[in-house]
């Protein structure tokens, strides 16, 4: 285990990521309301580069929301961009099928460093 | 119950048929009419024949009659239905209509729903009204929802109403539009499954525009397995598993093989699609899985019969979701034996034979006497 600087806060600002590579890693960072969160960029379906994918929201319809749509999760949903497969960017799990989940790599902020450790 | 003669390898083995079919002539339902329908029907008499009568059982007839082949068969009492029964060895039934499987088509929406009335009435009182192992699922009227829910309502407290049929074969829009929300609710309350049948049919309503095809055998292999997948994704795709969180859903008549096909489709498209139909909080294998049931005949008939039940097991490990059915006097009927010779464990057979049906239909074990 070792840790591996990222960078600067300041270049990660609340709602951005970027795909890093650490050691033959590709690895997505996201800053999501200013927590840190650290995924493998390949995606459990057919190895699509996951993290290559849009930051969004995703819709919510129950009786919670009296069955109309709701747009809920903003910045929370990373999407794939080979065939559309949502994860929950804070528990790596699939939104389609919760049995799925990509790994999260422990990320931390340190005298403002975004440190990743391996 | 009659007993059927002689020692059978079923004896021990409840049988329970998801789906048989009592001849509903414009004559017998004429006295359940009232006017001015009632003098359509009179118009209409009972000589009719089967699954073609204007204005009733409307069909569009393409093929030339060809000499040869075999009789069709009508049931017409339910002694008739029960000598059927004893002699197949099946112990109970669930009655579906003849000339109204193609219900759906009817235009008229009063009309339609003077039948819908009469066809209820006719079934509980001159089918189900003897303890002879008959049940009967009443028909939705897809042209008036709100009268339909209404009808269900009315005979939920009946013993020997256990389903609601919805009709299917022609039927727009497809169940699982909102429109039909009040019957699906109803049934729902009722604590009645509902079951889609289809039959062959040539409409322009999708998916039944099957006149480009040259004879009746082409049209016979999409005309219940589209209505069964197209029902299957309408009632998905607005959510219906979601909104009627209690409501068990049977499929008929189209054999089971195309159920693992659309399992595994409507989960790969969940992947891709998910945010478009978010009231589906599961992956439609399992809404599948939880409340839906399916009849088996006609049941598909692979070289090797372990395939079968490889097919079965993929959506239904233990057989607690597939029923059998008949679909006697039908010209395509399964006999019991067809499915009795699969080689399966003990408890699918039992399961699949009858358990499953006598636990959707909350028909309680018959006593072998």
Not at chain 2, 178 to 205: C, E, F, W
Request: glycine share 6%.
């Amino acid at each position: 285990m070792a840790e591996h600087i990222i960078g600067p806060v300041a270049e990660l600002p609340p709602g951005s990521h970027r795909v890093v590579k650490v050691r033959n890693l590709e690895i997505g960072i996201f800053n999501v309301g200013g927590a840190f969160y650290a995924l493998p960029n390949i995606c459990t379906h057919q190895f699509g580069p996951l993290c290559a994918g849009t930051v969004n929201g995703t819709t919510a319809c129950s009786a919670a929301t009296d069955w109309r749509f709701a747009w809920v999760r903003e910045g929370e949903i990373l999407t794939c961009p080979w065939h559309g497969m949502e994860f929950d960017i804070t528990t790596g799990r699939c939104l389609a099928n919760p049995k799925v989940r990509v790994r999260q790599y422990p990320i931390a902020v340190e005298d403002g460093i975004v440190k990743l450790t391996l | 119950m009659v007993a059927a003669p002689g020692k059978r390898k079923t004896d021990d083995l409840i049988i329970v048929d998801a789906d048989i079919h009592v001849n509903d002539t414009p004559a017998a339902l004429t006295p359940y009419m009232t006017q001015p329908w009632r003098k359509s029907l009179e118009v209409m008499g009972g000589g009719t024949s089967y699954l073609n009568v204007p204005g009733f059982a409307p069909a569009l007839k393409l093929d030339p009659p060809i000499p040869g082949g075999h009789p069709s068969r009508s049931v017409h009492t339910p002694a008739e239905m029960r000598q059927g029964l004893d002699e197949l060895g099946i112990d109970l039934g669930v009655l579906f209509p003849d000339n109204l499987l193609l219900f759906a088509v009817l235009p008229n929406i009063e009309y339609a729903t003077e039948i819908s009335h009469a066809y209820n009435r006719w079934l509980v009182e001159e089918w189900l009204r003897e303890d002879n192992g008959l049940y009967g699922a009443i028909v939705a009227c897809p042209q008036n929802p709100h009268d339909s829910a209404r009808e269900i309502a009315r005979y939920a407290k009946e013993d020997k109403v256990v389903a609601v049929y919805l009709p299917t074969a022609g039927v727009h829009p497809l169940w699982g539009d909102r429109k039909y929300d009040p019957i699906l609710g109803a049934a729902q309350a009722a604590n009645l499954p509902v079951m889609l049948h289809s039959v062959t049919v040539v409409t322009p309503q999708f998916p039944y525009q099957l006149d480009q095809f040259e004879n009746h055998w082409a049209r016979q292999m999409l005309s219940h397995a589209f209505a069964m997948q197209a029902n299957l994704v309408s009632l998905m795709h607005t959510g219906v598993p979601a909104r009627f969180p209690e409501l068990k859903v049977g499929f008929t008549e189209a054999g089971i093989a195309w159920v693992p096909y659309m399992i595994w489709r409507m989960d790969k498209y969940y992947n891709e699609y998910r945010r478009m139909i978010p009231f589906l909080e599961k992956r439609p294998s399992e809404y599948v899985r939880d409340r839906m049931w399916f009849a088996t005949q006609p049941i598909e008939e692979p070289d090797d019969p372990r395939d079968l039940v490889a097919t079965i097991k993929l959506y239904d490990p233990d057989g607690s979701r597939t029923l059998y059915a008949s679909d006697w006097p039908h010209h395509d009927f399964d006999h019991p034996k067809g499915l009795l010779k699969l080689p399966m464990s003990p408890e699918m057979q039992r399961n699949i034979m009858g358990a499953s049906a006598l636990e959707l239909f909350g028909i309680p074990a018959p006593v072998r006497k």
